[in-house]
């Protein structure tokens, strides 16, 4: 075959790649360039595009000039591997190619260099805007933690101061009441008890404030805990309490997990307390506790069949202070399913509720995926 041929026949291979290619002599000369590149380099094989890919070459409209990143493979056959190279088209416009380049020996003809320069100015574009965003979001979360750490310390801070004045009227009210010589009216004395209610209402919300504020403050002490003993304990603890309501209470196998004790009996006390508050008003009421497995990972869940909930409302229960209409009548703070949630979610899980309106409800929460 002679050498136009087999130049003929290299040309028409490199005609048919997307690539773009340009195949240089020994002297780095372009030799054979495909369409690919002409398009990439905004020219058509003409003579100045021909002139234009020359000066591509050369290194007159791209640094570093390609010429400098070519000698290794000249000198010693070495082989280029993602240079990068700014190229300045002949409209004015900058790209960013990805030049590999090897030298390559076919029968019949000398010594060639095959650069297969690669645009990437889109791709470079997107992972500057991608890191760009990264870091606006890095320091947003920075500002985001620094907002809430002030805030916890604030609520926690407010909380303790309330608790001196609250005590006072607490104080004051019980002397109205059962001070010697004091003789109120029963109209008065009634009031002086609704007081006496309110201000127990408002320690209690002020100690529920405290701890959803101590929440993410603590640190996590986990071990491997048998979620199902802790459950038992709670319900022992609640039943006491009870004063002659009477629920079917269902204890499944649960799979072992890893968690902080202290916290999660909050969440157990808080699931537990709720489902109780809300069959109270049911002949038979019942509440199961179980797991399963999906998708590798289990799922806890605790069941009631009590009022029960409108799903569009399911994400607001997680919102502290905020009480459902649903809830009217129910005795309750607003903190317990936000605090829930807040210890769930330090635990690297989620929570999530399902539910229809006097059908009960079902409450799903999960605790990572860390292994036993």
Known sequence: MSFDTSMKTVQSILNTLHQPVV???????????????????????????EDFIEAFVSGEVCTPPLRAILKPVVL???????AEVLCTLRTGRRILLLVNAQRIRAAGLPEMIL????????????????????????????????????????????SHDLRTPLRFVNMIALLLLHEPGAQLSKNAAEQVNMILQATGEMAQLIERLLVFSQA??????????????????????LQHAQE??????ILEDLTLCQGDRTLLKEVVANLLTNALKFTRRRESARITVGCMETDGETVYFVRDNGVGFDMN???????????????????????????????????????WAEGEIDKGATFYFTLGTEAL
């Open 216 to 237: 993410s403050r603590v640190a996590l002490k986990k071990r491997r805990m048998d979620l199902r003993r802790l459950f038992q304990e709670v319900v022992k603890e």
């Open 23 to 49: 195949v240089l002599d020994g002297m780095l000369r372009p030799r054979i360039a495909n369409p690919a590149l002409y398009q990439a380099l905004e020219c058509a094989p003409t003579d100045p595009g």
């Open 76 to 82: 010693n056959g070495q082989e280029v591997v993602g």
């Open 313 to 351: 409302d399911a994400e607001l229960m997680f919102v502290p202070f905020n009480r459902l209409r649903k809830s009217a009548g129910f005795e309750g703070t607003g903190i317990g399913l936000a605090l829930v949630r807040r210890i769930i979610e330090r635990h690297g899980g989620r929570i």
């Open 115 to 158: 650069v297969e320069p690669r645009d990437i100015t889109e791709e470079k574009d997107a992972e500057l805007r991608i890191q760009e965003l990264n870091d606006a979001l890095e320091a947003r979360a920075v500002t985001v933690e620094a907002a809430n750490k002030e805030l916890e310390s604030y609520s926690h801070s407010v």
């Open 244 to 249: 002659g309501f009477v629920v079917e209470i």
